[in-house]
């Protein structure tokens, strides 16, 4: 069974910093792209940022990128988000994902989500 | 304002048909696959139909996707009390290199 479990969301003040974790098991996680999704309060999702399944290749979007990197460790089948210079817009739900179906937009596996919220 | 456009609230009464839109472009919708998810409240997204028109293990019949040029659909028939929830629609976007979400539309069973 595939396990998706985050960590690491927190209160955290403007221009401060947190990084969040997903661990992974029940799969082959060097095998898989792995994205986070994030959603604010009372809002839609928004797709945050992909790693391919051996770290090279990573995506961003726009409102993250420069401030957030997306990394994984294969030995500890753990994902990584390290978020920087975080905003009040960035308080969100943030979700770890399995790529499916060898498509960046497809994940059938999510996790719980972590809260992060950027207040003072 | 999001890249895929959904209307934010649909509504049916059990038993129904009930269809939502989404539409995109031809760098998103146009040349890539179609993905839906359900969301209940306070629970993670769950994938509904992938690659346009098919269902994973699990998802009932009941739902099945469509996709003509840049528009894709959802339709629920049989509407049930338990489908009220929100529902989004993504697709990767080749022009921006990112996956591209629709802003949800909100389906309230009455």
């Known amino acids: 069974e595939v396990q998706l479990l985050e960590s690491g969301g927190g209160l955290v003040q403007p221009g401060g910093s947190l990084r969040l974790s997903c661990a992974a098991s029940g799969f082959t996680f060097s095998s898989y792209a792995m994205s986070w999704v994030r959603q604010a309060p009372g809002k839609g999702l928004e797709w945050v940022s992909v790693?391919?399944?051996?770290?090279?290749?990573?995506y961003y979007a726009d409102s993250v990128k420069g401030r957030f990197t997306i990394s994984r460790d294969n030995s500890k089948n753990t994902l990584y988000l390290q978020m920087n210079s975080l905003r009040a817009e960035d308080t969100a739900v943030y979700y770890c994902?399995?790529?499916?179906?060898?498509?960046?937009?497809?994940?059938?596996?999510w996790g719980q989500g972590t809260l992060v919220t950027v207040s003072s | 304002q999001s890249v895929l456009t959904q209307p934010p609230s649909a509504s049916g009464t059990p038993g129904q048909r009930v269809t939502i839109s989404c539409s995109g472009s031809s760098s998103n919708i146009g040349t890539n696959y179609v993905y839906w998810y359900q969301q209940l409240p306070g629970t993670a997204p769950k994938l509904l139909i992938y690659r346009n028109n098919q269902r994973p293990s699990g998802v009932p019949d009941r739902f099945s996707g469509a996709k003509s040029g840049t528009s894709a659909s959802l339709a629920i028939s049989g509407l049930r009390s338990e489908d009220e929830a929100d529902y989004y629609c993504a697709a990767w976007d080749d022009s921006l290199s990112v996956v591209v979400f629709g802003g949800g539309t909100k389906l309230t069973v009455l």
């Open positions: 790693i391919s399944g051996g770290g090279g290749s990573t």
């Open positions: 994902a399995k790529r499916d179906y060898g498509d960046y937009a497809a994940s059938e596996n």
